[in-house]
């Protein structure tokens, strides 16, 4: 085996290695002394989809297409679920020479499309059967309950009742990692832990307070998340690469806004009345719409189908809204840190996709795109939000490329595959 590459969703880096230093994670301490740790900047914006297809392709949105888990069908008002189809960069395992690879829940790869090797889908997964490649492997994992993704909906029903779902998601999934290791040499081994992710959405508030009764059994599902990378690394050679990477850093969420709401509000966004408003019920009138979560499009001429923003009225409209975001208070907080410019941010032969602006949400706020326009301020049983910073990188092996100064998501096979990397690049 070549390179085993870990993917610990969600995990901060500085969590991390407060986790290995704390005793929490003690085979993570023993790994993290033996390599590198650095933090890791997120996809733009910090939207997983993206952030994961930046890490297996080595490009930013504007090179793989993959904004995030929704997007408008170009020309049109038709909202669909990006998937592995919207790939226009090929993930690592599907490039010539790349030989036989395990790929195993990796977000973004549904449906699960012919490679050599094999591969089960992380989320969006609408279904095991479209999920597994080859087919054939379908029936053992249907044997052992092995699940695309967590039963969300144990959250109404507690805290208590949705960890011990995400112990058993996990257990299987760790289950179907070793029955398939053993059956054949692979080149690389990618896999993925995502409970962490889910974890700290629900329960970020219970890591934070230590007299919550939940806080130690935060502690204890990353005790077992280590425990599980201890029964990994075990398995390995020292010549094996090994690499762990989360997609986004996590912090405190304590207000939730609906971006379309406030640009409704103020005179940039209009819709005509509907029992379920979409993107195609928004009036000419309409200059500006938002996308989960931080995605500001122009409702330009020529991009949608009733779009009336002109060219020439474009940057003076930027301007405006730049400025209308960076000032924008709810409930007397603000609710930006920085506007980018998409243009700035995406390179690539699809970057003229991008969103028009970014908005990067202030300290303790989640922004969102919903077209649902009753709650400005939304009710969540969400606490703990995605970060842009401190995502985490680990590393160590030999024939490695450098770690850049600023190490961002699509910078992570040019560390780990760099002369597979390097190819892509020739054959592009």
């Given at each position: 085996?070549?390179?085993?590459?870990?993917?610990?969703?969600?995990?901060?880096?500085?969590?991390?290695?407060?986790?290995?230093?704390?005793?929490?994670?003690?085979?993570?301490?023993?790994?993290?002394?033996?390599g590198?740790?650095?933090?890791?900047?997120?996809?733009?914006?910090?939207?997983?989809?993206?952030?994961?297809?930046?890490?297996?392709?080595?490009?930013?949105?504007?090179?793989?297409?993959?904004?995030?888990?929704?997007?408008?069908?170009?020309?049109s008002?038709?909202?669909?679920?990006?998937?592995?189809?919207?790939?226009?960069s090929?993930?690592?395992?599907?490039r010539?020479?790349?030989?036989?690879?395990l790929?195993?829940?990796?977000?973004?790869?549904?449906?699960?499309?012919?490679?050599?090797?094999?591969?089960?889908?992380?989320?969006?997964?609408?279904?095991?059967?479209?999920?597994?490649?080859?087919?054939?492997?379908l029936?053992?994992?249907?044997?052992?309950?092995?699940?695309?993704?967590?039963?969300?909906?144990?959250?109404?029903?507690?805290?208590?009742?949705?960890?011990?779902?995400?112990?058993?998601?996990?257990?299987?999934?760790?289950?179907?990692l070793?029955?398939?290791w053993?059956?054949?040499?692979?080149?690389?081994?990618?896999?993925?832990?995502?409970g962490?992710?889910?974890?700290?959405?629900?329960?970020?508030?219970?890591?934070?307070?230590?007299?919550?009764?939940?806080?130690q059994?935060?502690?204890?599902?990353?005790?077992e998340?280590?425990?599980?990378?201890?029964c990994?690394?075990?398995?390995?050679?020292?010549?094996?690469?090994?690499?762990?990477?989360s997609?986004?850093?996590?912090?405190r969420?304590?207000?939730?806004?609906?971006?379309?709401?406030?640009?409704?509000?103020?005179?940039?966004?209009a819709?005509?009345?509907?029992?379920?408003?979409?993107?195609?019920?928004?009036?000419?009138?309409?200059?500006?719409?938002?996308?989960?979560?931080?995605r500001?499009?122009?409702?330009?001429?020529g991009?949608?189908?009733?779009?009336?923003?002109?060219?020439?009225?474009?940057?003076?409209?930027?301007?405006?809204?730049?400025?209308?975001?960076k000032d924008?208070?709810?409930?007397g907080?603000?609710?930006a840190?920085?506007?980018?410019?998409?243009?700035?941010?995406?390179?690539?032969?699809?970057?003229?996709?991008?969103p028009d602006?970014?908005?990067?949400?202030?300290?303790?706020?989640?922004?969102?795109?919903?077209?649902?326009?009753?709650?400005?301020i939304?009710?969540?049983?969400?606490?703990?939000?995605?970060?842009?910073?401190?995502?985490?990188?680990?590393?160590?092996?030999?024939?490695?490329?450098?770690?850049?100064?600023?190490?961002?998501?699509?910078?992570?096979?040019?560390?780990?595959?760099?002369?597979?990397?390097?190819?892509?690049?020739?054959?592009?």
């Amino acid at each position: 085996m070549n390179l085993f590459l870990l993917g610990i969703d969600g995990l901060p880096r500085w969590m991390w290695q407060q986790f290995a230093d704390s005793g929490v994670m003690p085979n993570s301490q023993q790994l993290l002394n033996s390599g590198t740790l650095v933090p890791m900047k997120s996809a733009l914006p910090e939207v997983s989809s993206a952030a994961w297809a930046s890490i297996v392709t080595g490009e930013n949105s504007g090179g793989h297409n993959v904004y995030g888990f929704t997007d408008l069908m170009d020309g049109s008002y038709t909202l669909g679920f990006t998937s592995s189809r919207t790939f226009r960069s090929k993930p690592f395992w599907a490039r010539e020479g790349a030989g036989r690879n395990l790929i195993i829940n990796v977000p973004q790869t549904y449906p699960a499309l012919s490679m050599p090797g094999m591969l089960v889908s992380g989320f969006v997964a609408l279904d095991l059967k479209r999920a597994v490649h080859p087919p054939e492997e379908l029936a053992w994992l249907e044997s052992i309950s092995y699940a695309v993704d967590a039963d969300m909906s144990l959250v109404e029903k507690g805290k208590q009742k949705f960890v011990e779902e995400l112990h058993r998601v996990m257990a299987a999934r760790c289950r179907a990692l070793h029955h398939h290791w053993d059956r054949e040499p692979w080149q690389n081994i990618m896999f993925v832990l995502t409970g962490t992710d889910r974890l700290n959405h629900y329960l970020w508030e219970d890591y934070e307070d230590t007299t919550s009764p939940f806080h130690q059994t935060f502690l204890d599902y990353y005790h077992e998340v280590d425990r599980q990378i201890g029964c990994i690394l075990n398995r390995l050679d020292d010549n094996v690469t090994i690499a762990a990477v989360s997609d986004h850093g996590f912090a405190r969420q304590r207000m939730s806004v609906n971006l379309n709401c406030l640009l409704a509000e103020h005179g940039y966004l209009a819709l005509r009345e509907s029992q379920r408003p979409s993107y195609i019920d928004m009036l000419p009138e309409t200059k500006a719409f938002a996308m989960d979560p931080g995605r500001i499009y122009l409702h330009r001429q020529g991009r949608y189908p009733g779009g009336t923003v002109s060219a020439d009225e474009a940057e003076n409209l930027m301007q405006q809204l730049t400025a209308f975001f960076k000032d924008a208070t709810v409930n007397g907080q603000p609710i930006a840190s920085e506007v980018i410019r998409g243009k700035e941010a995406y390179d690539g032969p699809f970057a003229h996709r991008a969103p028009d602006l970014i908005v990067m949400a202030a300290a303790d706020i989640a922004l969102s795109g919903r077209m649902n326009l009753s709650e400005l301020i939304e009710s969540t049983p969400i606490n703990g939000k995605h970060t842009y910073e401190e995502s985490s990188f680990f590393v160590r092996g030999e024939g490695l490329g450098k770690i850049p100064e600023e190490m961002k998501v699509e910078n992570v096979l040019d560390v780990v595959l760099p002369r597979q990397s390097q190819l892509a690049r020739r054959a592009a």
